[in-house]
């Protein structure tokens, strides 16, 4: 893209065959996913809803569950499967490590040492 | 010759978000903030997690939480997440009217999601659980009300851009703004996620 184009003209003509064909794809995957999701959601409804799944077996099944969930969110979902994503990668990892060590140290600093 | 360039027309990238340097900018730095409120919500995920058992004499999470409303509310926002997938779809293919109808559905979602969780919160404060009622308290309604919070955001902030560009077309201005709004609503269903497998599914199975 060169620099002397106006940004707020609107954009015509249609995507090329390639991107077309793309975007086919990319609206199956997405479906794909998304069916995914409401089956993995439904799982953990069911898995501590129902009287049949023991509750020690249930709490680290929805757990997995959430992770998996969470992962078709991001590189599905918000495209970070896509290339050039580099950074992007870098920096939701990053919060999700910090997050992860700010939830530990809570729940062991609130929930362990205080109570 | 700025006027002339104004009624140029421009031919449709692949990725109009990222066409300008501008988008590009604001696609990084989007992210950079969805990494720090990733930490944010991990914050209150660890203070809820670690006061949850302090219900003192007022009701618990087994005696409060409902299964089949919660599980109706995440389907609103899976869906929500949907429909804005299909609007960057429709973004990519020059469809404005597509992308502009999918937003609207996903502001749709949006409010019934809010609706729900006004309605959760009201029942839950005539069952006696008020904010200061107990750590549980406290703790659950500024996790679970911060991501409300997030929502009601997210639905105005979309709207202001449906309405703000309601007849201009696809520009490379609005492209990545729609984009960036769209990537916030897929964050909100993130947090989400853990919402309903760590605050509701753990508070009544475990």
């Known amino acids: 893209m060169s620099s002397h184009e106006d940004p707020s003209a ?7 065959k390639n991107t077309e064909r793309k975007l086919k794809n990319e609206t199956r995957t997405q479906l794909i996913s998304f069916l995914l999701m409401i089956f993995i959601t439904s799982m953990a409804f069911i ?14 099944f929805i757990l997995m569950l959430a992770g998996v969930q969470v992962v078709l969110q991001l590189y599905f979902f918000m495209h970070m499967n896509e290339k050039g994503t580099g950074w992007i990668n870098v920096m939701i990892w990053s919060g999700l490590f910090v997050a992860a060590l700010t939830v530990g140290a809570l729940m062991f600093l609130i929930g362990e040492v205080k109570y | 010759m700025a006027d002339h360039q104004a009624v140029e027309k421009q031919t449709l990238p692949p990725n109009p978000e990222k066409a300008t340097l501008d988008g590009r900018n604001k696609y990084l730095g989007f992210w950079f903030f969805l990494g720090g409120e990733t930490v944010l919500f991990g914050s209150l995920f660890g203070t809820y997690l670690g006061l ?4 003192v004499d007022g009701p618990g ?3 409060l939480f409902h299964l089949d409303l919660v599980f109706i509310m995440t389907m609103i926002l899976l869906t929500s997440s949907l429909t804005s997938v299909f609007a960057v779809i ?10 502009l109808m999918w937003m ?3 502001v749709a979602l949006g409010i019934a999601f809010l609706g729900f969780e006004i309605y959760e919160f009201y029942e839950y404060y005539h069952a006696g659980l008020g904010f200061t009622t107990s750590a549980f308290a406290s703790s659950f ?13 997210g639905v105005s ?20 703004k729609f984009y960036t709004a769209v990537l916030y609503w897929h964050f909100i269903d993130v947090v989400w996620v853990f919402i309903f497998t760590v605050v509701y599914l753990l508070g009544i199975g475990g």
Do not use: E
Request: net charge positive.
């Open chain 2, 90 to 99: 429709n973004m990519k293919r020059g469809n404005y009217k597509g992308l």
């Open chain 1, 10 to 16: 609107p954009l015509q003509g249609a995507p090329s």
């Open chain 2, 141 to 153: 309604y500024t996790l679970v009300g911060t991501h409300g919070a997030h929502v009601a955001f």
């Open chain 2, 61 to 63: 999470p087994a005696d």
């Open chain 2, 52 to 55: 949850r058992g302090g219900v």
């Open chain 2, 157 to 176: 902030w979309i709207t202001v851009l449906l309405i703000r560009y309601k007849s201009t077309g696809l520009t490379l201005t609005n492209a990545p």
């Open chain 2, 104 to 106: 609207w559905a996903t």
């Open chain 1, 47 to 60: 898995s501590i809803g129902s009287d049949a799944v023991p509750n020690g077996f249930a709490i680290p």
